[in-house]
């Protein structure tokens, strides 16, 4: 595995590792010009190799959940495989999903690298040869963004995300210091085993899952655990997220076109990691959406390109 570095003229810097595509490194500059990491990262790079949190990678071919690892592609059964075996769903692109695979470098300048992987027909059960493209790109002030590109030459459904766990705080020990903010109406009713069900929507007015206000973390971590917000309208991209760290005024803007954000307080963290030491707001579509015909299709067609944006905004008081 090889890490490759961007970096602009004020000095935010991102590093990628091929292993996973993933963010192993993001360095933003404080109001007085100091570099802040903000992303949980392991001390050695032959650690991500065992990694069980997903940290900081590339999610697919399908980020989040599937019921029993079931889909119907023009009503032709396909079995993905079951790697959450508990409760027998699959999750995050399998047992060896695109978080475990090695991506080749396509082009790189100083504030924009390009990876491409491509994912054979069958692979973790998934029909179709598929050929994604992922791009990082630094602007001149605080900003990241990932462009997800791919095609397909059979119908598949597609579903890439970035598992980043961010941590505003200067000590990098919890989350605790930090606001939430979701401007969304609506959340996804869940089932203990993470699955939506019927309403498969409801509005968060009243409800636990209401943080259309800035939300102490530390009120709502244990409560929430995890959940999807749903925003309309599909595919406008559009401010998902802002994330506040009270002691030190750094604050992160989660911008996104996809229709769903995941908010997960990192409860389940561990390792050489604590629970609730980062948390993570994933773009995406919503668990279990090939099941559920309420929800945006996934599906993506040999005359289709897949497309979508997200951006981390960084900022301080």
Same mark, same amino acid.
Request: charged share 25%; glycine share 6%; net charge negative.
């Given at each position: ?21 993933? &963010?192993?490194? @993001?360095?933003?500059? +404080? ?10 990262? $392991?001390? #050695? *790079? ?99 963004? &990932?462009?997800? @590109?791919?095609?397909? +030459? ?10 980043? $766990?961010? #941590? *505003? ?149």
């Amino acid at each position: 595995m090889k890490s490759f570095l961007l970096k602009n003229k004020i000095n935010t810097q991102v590093e990628i590792l091929d292993y996973g595509c993933r &963010i192993i490194n @993001l360095l933003i500059p +404080d109001s007085n010009g100091n570099s802040i990491e903000t992303v949980l990262r $392991y001390k #050695n *790079l032959v650690d991500y190799d065992k990694d069980t949190n997903y940290l900081g990678c590339t999610i697919g071919r399908y980020a989040n959940r599937i019921l029993e690892g079931s889909i119907e592609i023009n009503k032709q059964h396909q079995q993905l495989s079951i790697n959450e075996t508990l409760s027998n769903n699959h999750l995050h692109g399998g047992f060896e999903g695109f978080d475990k695979k090695i991506w080749k470098v396509v082009s790189q300048t100083d504030q924009k690298i390009e990876f491409s992987y491509f994912s054979k027909d069958g692979e973790e059960g998934y029909p179709g040869n598929l050929t994604i493209y992922i791009i990082y790109e630094l602007d001149d002030y605080r900003t990241l963004k &990932i462009t997800y @590109l791919a095609n397909t +030459d059979r119908e598949t459904i597609l579903n890439l995300s970035n598992h980043s $766990y961010f #941590n *505003l705080s200067d000590n990098k020990e919890s989350i605790d210091d930090h606001m939430i903010r979701i401007p969304s109406d609506y959340y996804t009713p869940l089932n203990e085993n993470h699955i939506p069900y019927s309403p498969y929507e409801s509005k968060v007015e009243g409800s636990i899952y209401d943080l259309r206000e800035n939300t102490p973390v530390e009120t709502i971590k244990k409560k929430i655990c995890n959940t999807n917000y749903r925003f309309y309208p599909n595919h406008q991209f559009k401010d998902q997220a802002l994330l506040t760290d009270i002691k030190t005024g750094r604050t992160l803007r989660i911008r996104s076109d996809y229709p769903g954000l995941q908010v997960y307080f990192g409860n389940y963290l561990e390792g050489s990691l604590k629970p609730f030491q980062g948390l993570c707001c994933e773009p995406h579509y919503a668990p279990n959406s090939p099941n559920i015909n309420q929800y945006p299709s996934v599906l993506l067609k040999p005359d289709q390109q897949y497309k979508h944006n997200i951006e981390f905004v960084f900022d301080n008081f």
